[in-house]
Structures are given as C-alpha cells and as structure tokens.
T-cell receptor, first 118, second 114 residues
Framework: DTGVSQNPRHKITKRGQNVTFRCDPI?????LYWYRQTLGQGPEFLTY????????KSRLLSDRFSAERPKGSFSTLEIQRTEQGDSAMYLC????????????????FGPGTRLTVL | AQSVSQHNHHVILSEAASLELGCNYS??????LFWYVQYPGQHLQLLLK??????LVKGIKGFEAEFIKSKFSFNLRKPSVQWSDTAEYFC????????????FGAGTQVVVTP
C-alpha cells in the first residue's frame, strides 16, 4: 500500500501525559498537512509543511502542540500535557507539486490517529 | 475568511433513489472544490474535484458535482444510490492560488436503506 500511513491508529492516555503521533506521507509528496476532526465536524486544519519547512500554523495549534518534519519525509505531531479537549481524530494528508502549481493541488488522507484523553 | 456550509447533516434514503447534497462556500477568490467520502471504518477518500473548465465534474462510483460560480455552490449528485453509498460526505474548498489548507464543511451522513 503506497498511501498515507499513520501510527498509532488509536491512543488512550491520561490527562497531563504527552503523546506523539507519526505520519508517513505518500512517497515523493513534498507537502504534508495535519488536521483534527471531532465528532460531527469536518476536519480542521492544524499545520502544513513543504519539505521540512513548517509554512503555516492554525490558531488551533496551541503552544502545547508541536509538529516536525525533520528530513522532509515523515512527520510527528506531539501534544504535551494533554487535556480532555484534545480528544479527537488526528488526520494527516499529503500532496505533491505539479507543473500547474497550487491550482491543481490534491490532498490524500491517511487513516488517522484517534486520541482519547481520560 | 473561508467557510463551507453543507445543508443537510443527515440524509436517509432508499436504494435506487436519487441523491443531491448541497454545498455552499464563502471565499474571496478563485477556488478549487472537492468532495471527500468516508465509508464506515475507512479513511477519507477523494470522490471528485473541480479545478477549472467544465463546471460539471464526474467522480468515482457514479457521482458528479456541478460548480455554479454565481451561487457559490458545488452540489454533489448521484442518480441512483446503492446501499454501499452509506457514508459521510464532506465538501471542501481551497484557494486556487495557494498551497495550503482545505476548509471543510461539517459533513453529511448519508444512510441508504435496502
């Protein structure tokens, strides 16, 4: 399978603990996105990388959240001092540059990591 | 600010019925439009997309969508649904001139009864 993969698929943690999620994009995709989805809502954008550079961060991404993509391949999303409100599905997506530029950008999503904070 | 509105949160219909899901967006510029589908237990999959040209776009599994620029709409249609179309459907918009985030609607849960 050459799609976007995410690990772990499920994470249960106690409030106050730190958690880290990993995303492996489709190979050769240089753009990587993180979204958060809560029940009954569509995905909400968190942050976005082009290669190893983090180019945009949402206001949803508080200082307890940090994302990295050190070698421009996989990415990690860490949440420190988790709160019950962090419980959600964390989605990763990737896309690649095309000769047509951003007007034909298409994002492909992974299966997500479901976080439950007790 | 970008926003996407999906008119129905839940739709229940019988097999062979026609489906139309509404999507309206707010964005001050040229847009790219998408419909994604999430089948039970599966991840988000791209159903179809509009970049430019013919406003009627066809996607997988017999779905199509029509972009009406004057109405800021991108409604999804399927003439005859099957039980396997039971899923949650999300409309999304992105500025055509920038890489970056998709703005999603809240989704429509579609249940097709046998």
């Amino acid at each position: 399978d050459t799609g976007v993969s995410q690990n772990p698929r499920h994470k249960i943690t106690k409030r106050g603990q730190n958690v880290t999620f990993r995303c492996d994009p489709i190979s050769e995709h240089n753009r990587l996105y993180w979204y958060r989805q809560t029940l009954g809502q569509g995905p909400e954008f968190l942050t976005y990388f082009q290669n190893e550079a983090q180019l945009e961060k949402s206001r949803l991404l508080s200082d307890r959240f940090s994302a990295e993509r050190p070698k421009g391949s996989f990415s990690t999303l860490e949440i420190q001092r988790t709160e019950q409100g962090d419980s959600a599905m964390y989605l990763c997506a990737s896309s690649s540059s095309t000769p047509s530029g951003p007007s034909t950008d298409t994002q492909y999503f992974g299966p997500g990591t479901r976080l439950t904070v007790l | 600010a970008q926003s996407v509105s999906q008119h129905n949160h839940h739709v229940i219909l019988s097999e062979a019925a026609s489906l139309e899901l509404g999507c309206n967006y707010s964005y001050g510029g040229t847009v790219n439009l998408f419909w994604y589908v999430q089948y039970p237990g599966q991840h988000l999959q791209l159903l179809l997309k509009y970049f430019s040209g013919d406003p009627l776009v066809k996607g997988i599994k017999g779905f199509e969508a029509e972009f009406i620029k004057s109405k800021f709409s991108f409604n999804l249609r399927k003439p005859s649904v099957q039980w396997s179309d039971t899923a949650e459907y999300f409309c999304a918009v992105k500025g055509a001139d920038s890489w970056g985030k998709l703005q999603f609607g809240a989704g429509t849960q579609v249940v097709v009864t046998p």
